[in-house]
């Protein structure tokens, strides 16, 4: 026994110093940002997510000298000292009665990293446009995420190295491309007529997010009126939905799509939720449209538990003058939600209300500290060119 023991030992001393010292290399590098390091306000926004925002200003103020760091975050595993703590107490912390707290996921620094990215805007911009041509493969489709995150005013930075991904080999690349490309809505007139032959790829999550895309998109009818309504046919669901939405912000030009949305009616409750809203965008009050059976799946798909279907017929209700008393609820629900999507759809419905019930702007200057820049963007608009509260 004690020759075992002399025989670990040495090599325990050799892994902690190994283990310090790497840590020391590694602090030393970072940049140091308002009298600490770049590492350290990391840990921080990780912990303390509900702050975010605050973070994501510290890192925006920072000159720049946080975005290298943040993008390592985002395309690189944890670093190996902390491999080699969590070894090290597995074999001998808990003889010695030592606590340990193990580091947070690498999902969750890549998330965090993401996200932080968002409040740099176009100043991130040039960093990830490095890595998506130094990382790898299999990290570009973070990088790709990290870039919707910034927003519209760095579509004239992004747009360029993203159209060339639209023809990649990797499917997860492209679907990632087209869903970034809408986002931070580059040059519409050039990028709808590229994403409308997606509506009929092999793959389900690309058609998803290829006609999601063109409702983010301003209305070009004339291209995508036709395929469009072709997808309200689509054997997927979401795909039937998506496309339903995108005929709905159409408004009168998408009239012919009214048919085919009765039919949607009576489908699945995210398909039927979302029929309800076209239809009210596309003919109003319209008796012909706007009719008992209308009426009656309207309130069934209101009474819905989900809260992104509500939303879609709330949106309708508001259109329709009809009575919107549980919308506060709902849109709060959807503004502290983790998806962008649910989110700006909240604010855009917010945006129309007027006159705005009080409840709007606190839930707008929420909104506009959002992580991702065209959630800020959209806010910020609404709070500013609105309909005077």
Known sequence: MIATRTKWVPWAALITLLTLGTLVIAVSLEPRIQGRTANEWFDAAIKDPGDLARYGKIFADSGGAGVEYLGRQLVTDPP???????????????????GFVPPPSNASR?????????????????ELIRLLHTTSTTQQPEVIQAM????????????????????????????????????????????????VPFLQHTNKRVRVEASYALSNYPAFP???LGPLLASLNDPDTVVRSNAARALGLMGTDA??????LRKLLHSESLGASRAVEAI?????????????EYRQIHLRRRAD???YGRLMVLHASA????????????????VISQSNWQVWEAVDVMAELDPRPGWVKPLLETAAKHPNALVRAKARRALTRGPAY
């Not at 000292?81 to 010695?96: D, F, I, M, Q, S």
């Open 305 to 307: 538990g989900d809260r």
């Open 255 to 260: 009239r012919r799509a009214l048919q085919p």
């Open 110 to 126: 890549k998330r965090t990293a993401r996200l932080l990215l968002g409040y740099l805007e176009d100043r991130a911009a040039p």
């Open 222 to 224: 004339a291209v995508t």
């Open 319 to 334: 259109r329709l003058g009809w009575s919107i008393d549980d919308l506060d609820k709902t849109c709060h629900l959807m």
């Open 148 to 195: 919707a995150e910034l927003g519209p005013v760095a579509a004239p930075l992004l747009g360029p190295p993203l159209i060339p991904l639209l023809q990649d080999s990797s499917v997860t690349n492209v679907y990632e491309t087209i869903t970034t490309l809408a986002v931070i809505g580059y040059q519409p007139e050039t990028v709808v007529p590229l994403l």
């Open 280 to 292: 009210a965008l596309i003919a109003g009050n319209d008796p012909a449209e706007v009719d008992a």
């Open 80 to 98: 190996n000292w902390k491999v080699l703590t969590v070894e090290l107490y597995n074999r001998y912390g808990a003889k010695v009665g030592l």
